[in-house]
Structure formats: structure tokens, C-alpha cells
Antibody, heavy 119, light 108 residues
Framework: EVQLVESGGTLVQPGGSLRLSCAVS????????MNWVRQAPGKGLEWVSH????????YQEDSVKGRFTISRDDAKNSLYLQMNSLRAEDTAVYYC????????????WGQGTMVTVSS | DIQLTQSPSFLSASVGDRVTITCRAS??????LAWYQQKPGKAPKLLIY???TLHHGVPSRFSGSASGTEFTLTISSLQPEDFATYYC??????????FGQGTKLEIK
């Protein structure tokens, strides 16, 4: 069974940092294009960041550029999102998602982890 | 940036009804459109990709179609488990994808 399990979400003060983790089982992480997608409370879905299969191409949504970094550890089969200079508007559930490319869509989702940025 | 506009934003319907949700793209996106279903407190689930291809395990009462920049998700006969929020997603600018604002389908 394929599972993506996020962790690391918590309450953090504005300007603080946090690292989210996504432990992957049932598939080899390095064989998939990976993403982080977030959803603010009561709001819609927003794509945040993408890491290519090769691991050397990274894409980010404009509002997180220079603040968030996506990475992976193949030995641990885990995906990460390092989040710095956090703002109130970053408050959301963060989902780890494996995609099947532009044709196949975002087909494997984790259960999400909640990040709250507040003083 | 490609914008997706879903209509309606809220939809009230009864079990057994046929419902249609529309997603309009601000520019051409070919067939690079997916539909997702999300229930409260849960992660979204992929329903349809490439505008009209049913993801494995998705009931055949769900279908998708495209005409130019307008895409539709149709549920032929609503079941109790179908009441949820539905999102469209464009992948034409992959990996920089974007989602519609969502359509909440409620029980009448």
C-alpha cells in the first residue's frame, strides 16, 4: 500500500522557521515528481512547490520564493519542506503529493499536516 | 498566469440528481485539466485527469468533458457519498499548476 505521511506541523511565531517531513512508503520517492500543496482554513487548494524526479529542478509559487525550500532524502525515502520567515498567511494544512505529470494529475496525496503561524 | 473559474461555487442537489460543474480557463490549456473531490478533514482525491479520463477506482457515474476553454464534471446520479467539494486543476503550465476556487455540493 502506498502511503505519504506528513509531520512537523505546529504553531510557530511570525518570522519563525519550520521543517515539514513526508515519509513515503510503498513507492520509491526518486521515481516520482513531488509537490507540496497547501490549503488555508476554509479556503481552496494552492500549489506551493515542486521537485523533479532528477532532484535537480525545483519550482516554487511566487509568494514562497526565497523563503521555502523543497528537498528529499532518497536514503530515507522522505520529502521535506523547509519553511523560513513564516507569515500569518502561510497558515494552512500542507499536503505532500506525488504526481503523474501534466497528463496524469496529482494522484497520490498524504493526509496533511497543519501549520499555524501566530503570535 | 492561468486562472480557473468554477461555477457554481455552491450547489444544492438531491440523491439521484444529475449535476454538472463547470470550470473555465482564462486561456487555452489543451486537455491538461484534472478534477478532484475533497471531503471535510480529508485530502483531495483525483477523480479525472486529461479532462475526461477516469482515475482507477472512480465510479463510472463521474465523467468529464471539454470544449475549448470550458470543462465540465458531470455526476450522472448523485449518491450520498458524493456530497463534497470539487476542484478543477490546470496542468498546462506544469509544474506550476493552479486550482479553481472549488464547488461545494450540498444535500438539498
Amino acid at each position: 500500500e502506498v502511503q505519504l505521511v506528513e509531520s512537523g506541523g505546529t504553531l510557530v511565531q511570525p518570522g519563525g522557521s519550520l521543517r515539514l517531513s513526508c515519509a513515503v512508503s510503498g513507492i520509491t520517492l526518486s521515481s516520482y515528481e513531488m509537490n507540496w500543496v497547501r490549503q488555508a482554513p476554509g479556503k481552496g487548494l494552492e500549489w506551493v512547490s515542486h521537485l523533479s524526479i532528477s532532484g535537480d529542478s525545483v519550482y516554487q509559487e511566487d509568494s514562497v520564493k526565497g523563503r521555502f525550500t523543497i528537498s528529499r532524502d532518497d536514503a530515507k525515502n522522505s520529502l521535506y519542506l523547509q519553511m523560513n520567515s513564516l507569515r500569518a498567511e502561510d497558515t494552512a494544512v500542507y499536503y505532500c503529493v506525488a504526481d503523474a505529470g501534466p497528463v496524469g494529475g496529482f494522484d497520490i496525496w498524504g493526509q496533511g499536516t497543519m501549520v499555524t503561524v501566530s503570535s | 498566469d492561468i486562472q480557473l473559474t468554477q461555477s457554481p461555487s455552491f450547489l444544492s442537489a438531491s440523491v439521484g440528481d444529475r449535476v454538472t460543474i463547470t470550470c473555465r480557463a482564462s486561456q487555452g490549456i489543451s486537455h491538461y485539466l484534472a478534477w478532484y473531490q475533497q471531503k471535510p478533514g480529508k485530502a483531495p482525491k483525483l477523480l479525472i485527469y486529461s479532462a475526461s479520463t477516469l482515475h482507477h477506482g472512480v465510479p463510472s457515474r463521474f465523467s468529464g468533458s471539454a470544449s475549448g476553454t470550458e470543462f465540465t464534471l458531470t455526476i450522472s446520479s448523485l449518491q450520498p457519498e458524493d456530497f463534497a467539494t470539487y476542484y478543477c486543476q490546470q496542468l498546462n503550465s506544469y509544474p506550476r499548476v493552479s486550482f479553481g476556487q472549488g464547488t461545494k455540493l450540498e444535500i438539498k
